[in-house]
């Protein structure tokens, strides 16, 4: 890991020190190390009650894709990205309608991650959120998200070989690797009721899905190595769809490691589809 630091122009007088326990489990998905650990958090107050927290990701390189799994994960190569923040959980219900004045979500706690979220929605959320805080907020490239998931592991999932129902919230019926079968919730369950990542950032497998900017691709030989989004029309003809990443609730174990792709045309909306955000300056 290198280029550890903070965004351009980062305004250090809402940071605050943020502290949480990792986990890593073996393939049969038991528990076999727990970590402290701790990150720089920025919280951005939307009302007297209501905040959106941001965790520092710092720079960095990793190796991004899976030439095991699908082709759309391939060829794995070496992507170098600017530090940034990035939201600690998806945007919940409260976020969502503090922010647009409705709620598109099917969730029903205040905490729970907004759903029935298409692109389009994700987007006009990120505009209206930076036109009220003045700050510059938008959704992931699918290289800053992975990077992100991974947390400096390079295993399928930053938990390790497999996960279980005890650490992420997906169909416990379709186990992965030697993890035993498990509970089936069959909704989204309240942001950050799981252990997080390395980073200090939480549901990056399953819950819900992620939207992140790129329109998709079949594969990643053209995709940028510099931690940008692929978002001209031009590489991608007349293509509307976009990446969504982690899995979610209703999904198998397999469809939430960390190199999974999936995509849908941006005007969609269907349940288990959530998002987060980041913040690349401090204008």
Known sequence: MSSV??????????????????????????????????ASCLVERLD???????????????????????????????????????????????????????????????????????????????????????KQYSLPSESQWEYACRAQTNSNFHFGETITPDLVNYNGEYPYNGAPIGQNRDRSTPVGSFPPNAFGLYDMHGNVWEWCLDRYQPNYLTAPVDGSAVVDASELGSSSKRVMRGGAWDYVAKGCRSAVRSSMDSSLRMNGCGFRVILTTLD
């Open 48 to 134: 007297l009650t209501i905040s959106l927290d941001l965790v520092l990701i710092p720079g960095g390189k990793f190796m991004m894709g899976d030439n095991t799994h699908h082709p759309d994960e391939q060829p794995i190569r070496q992507v170098t990205l600017s530090p940034f923040y990035m939201g600690k959980y998806p945007v919940t219900q409260a976020q969502y309608r503090q922010i647009m004045g409705d709620n598109l979500g099917s969730g029903s706690g205040a905490d729970d991650p907004v759903e029935k979220i298409s692109w389009d929605d994700a987007i006009a959320f990120c505009t209206k959120l930076s036109q009220t805080t003045g």
């Open 5 to 38: 630091g903070k965004p351009a122009n980062s305004d250090l007088s809402n940071l605050t020190t943020c502290t949480f326990e990792t986990v890593s489990v073996d393939s049969n998905g038991e528990i076999i190390v727990r970590q402290s650990g701790s």
